[in-house]
C-alpha cells in the first residue's frame, strides 16, 4: 500500500491546513485511475506559477522496523527510528520538527506559496503514462526532497531515480549533522548512489549551475536557504507580499488560522 499527502500553504505566511496527519490519502497502487486523477490535480497546480511544489519522499517507522538493514543493532538505530512515524510527513530531518511542520515553518519565515505532497511506497516503474508525465512535465517545477531512509525501498528508488536529471525544480536530501558519523556515510552513499548524475553534475561539473541541487544538507536553516535559492534563482518565483499579522482584527487572524483546504480522496 502506498502512501500520500498534501499540504498547501497560503495566505501571506497563515497556514490554512490544520491537521494534515488526519487527512492522510490511502492509495491502492492497483487503482490506475486513481493515480491519473492524482496526475491530473498535481499538474493543474503547476498552472499557477506562483507556487512553489515539494515532493516529499519520506518512510515511515513501521516499514524500517520490518527492514532488513545493515545499520540494525548499531547504538543510534533508535534514533533512526525515532526521526520517523506512521506516515510519511512525520519524517523529522533534524530529529526535533516533523517534515510537515518545517515546511509550513518555512512558508511562515519566507512568504513563499508551497504545495506539499508526502509520498512513501508509490511504485510507477509498471506505469509508463504516469512515468511519462513526471518527466515531460511534473518534475521541471518540482523540488524532491529526499529522506535517505526511505531509498531503501525499490519502489522509491524508482521514484527518485526519475529526478536524476538536469531538468528538474530541485533535489534536497536533508542530512542531520549531529547525525552519528557511521549513519551519515550510510545516508549519504544511498543518495549519492540514486542520484549519480546530480552527484556528479555537483562534483565534477564546475562549469555548470547547480542551485538547485544539494545531496547533504546538514541543518533546517540551511534547508530553508536552500528553498528560497532554487525558488528564486532557479524556478523565477517571488514570495508574497508581506502582511503583519497584528494588522489583522482578531476575528480575522481566527478566521486565517483556521481556515482548512480540503482535498478530494483518492
Same mark, same amino acid.
Given at each position: 500500500?502506498?502512501?500520500?499527502?498534501?499540504?498547501?500553504?497560503?495566505?501571506?505566511?497563515?497556514?490554512?491546513?490544520?491537521?494534515?496527519?488526519?487527512?492522510?490519502?490511502?492509495?491502492?497502487? =492497483?487503482?490506475?485511475?486513481?493515480?491519473?486523477?492524482?496526475? +491530473?490535480?498535481?499538474?493543474?497546480?503547476?498552472?499557477?506559477?506562483?507556487?512553489?511544489?515539494?515532493?516529499?519522499?519520506?518512510?515511515?517507522?513501521?516499514?524500517?522496523?520490518?527492514? $532488513? $538493514?545493515?545499520?540494525?543493532? *548499531?547504538?543510534?538505530?533508535?534514533?533512526?527510528?525515532?526521526?520517523?512515524?506512521?506516515?510519511? *510527513?512525520?519524517?523529522?530531518?533534524?530529529? +526535533?520538527?516533523?517534515?510537515?511542520?518545517?515546511?509550513? +515553518?518555512?512558508?511562515? =519565515?519566507?512568504?513563499?506559496?508551497? *504545495?506539499?505532497?508526502?509520498?512513501?511506497?508509490?511504485?510507477?516503474?509498471?506505469?509508463?503514462?504516469?512515468? $511519462?508525465?513526471?518527466?515531460?512535465?511534473?518534475r521541471r517545477k518540482t523540488v524532491l526532497l529526499v529522506d535517505s531512509m526511505a531509498l531503501d525501498f525499490a519502489e522509491n528508488r524508482t521514484l527518485a531515480k526519475l529526478f536524476d536529471e538536469d531538468e528538474i525544480g530541485?533535489?534536497?536530501? #536533508?542530512?542531520?549533522? *549531529?547525525?552519528?558519523?557511521?549513519?551519515?556515510?550510510?545516508?549519504?552513499?544511498?543518495?549519492?548512489?540514486?542520484?549519480?548524475?546530480?552527484?556528479?553534475?555537483?562534483?565534477?561539473?564546475?562549469?555548470?549551475?547547480?542551485?538547485?541541487?544539494e545531496l547533504a544538507v546538514p541543518t533546517k536553516e540551511l534547508l530553508f536557504r536552500r528553498l528560497t535559492n532554487i525558488a528564486t534563482k532557479h524556478l523565477a518565483l517571488q514570495p508574497e507580499k508581506r502582511i503583519k499579522?497584528?494588522?489583522? =482584527? =482578531?476575528?480575522?487572524?481566527?478566521?486565517?488560522?483556521?481556515?482548512?483546504?480540503?482535498? #478530494?480522496?483518492?
Open positions: 500500500m502506498a502512501y500520500l499527502n498534501r499540504l498547501q500553504t497560503d495566505g501571506n505566511g497563515n497556514i490554512q491546513v490544520v491537521d494534515v496527519t488526519n487527512s492522510t490519502i490511502t492509495i491502492n497502487t =492497483a487503482d490506475n485511475t486513481a493515480l491519473y486523477q492524482l496526475i +491530473d490535480e498535481i499538474k493543474a497546480l503547476h498552472h499557477d506559477g506562483k507556487i512553489l511544489h515539494l515532493l516529499v519522499l519520506a518512510t515511515t517507522r513501521d516499514r524500517l522496523k520490518g527492514l $532488513s $538493514s545493515p545499520l540494525e543493532g *548499531e547504538p543510534f538505530w533508535p534514533t533512526v527510528l525515532a526521526q520517523h512515524g506512521p506516515n510519511p *510527513e512525520d519524517w523529522r530531518p533534524y530529529y +526535533d520538527d516533523k517534515i510537515s511542520q518545517l515546511i509550513m +515553518d518555512y512558508h511562515k =519565515a519566507s512568504g513563499f506559496k508551497v *504545495e506539499a505532497l508526502f509520498v512513501d511506497g508509490w511504485d510507477v516503474a509498471n506505469e509508463l503514462d504516469i512515468v $511519462s508525465e513526471i518527466k515531460s512535465v511534473l530541485g533535489c534536497l536530501v #536533508p542530512i542531520w549533522q *549531529e547525525h552519528d558519523a557511521k549513519l551519515q556515510t550510510h545516508l549519504q552513499s544511498k543518495a549519492f548512489g540514486v542520484f549519480s548524475h546530480l552527484n556528479t553534475l555537483f562534483h565534477k561539473k564546475f562549469h555548470v549551475s547547480c542551485v538547485f541541487i499579522f497584528g494588522q489583522l =482584527a =482578531a476575528e480575522q487572524r481566527a478566521d486565517m488560522a483556521s481556515r482548512i483546504l480540503n482535498f #478530494p480522496t483518492l
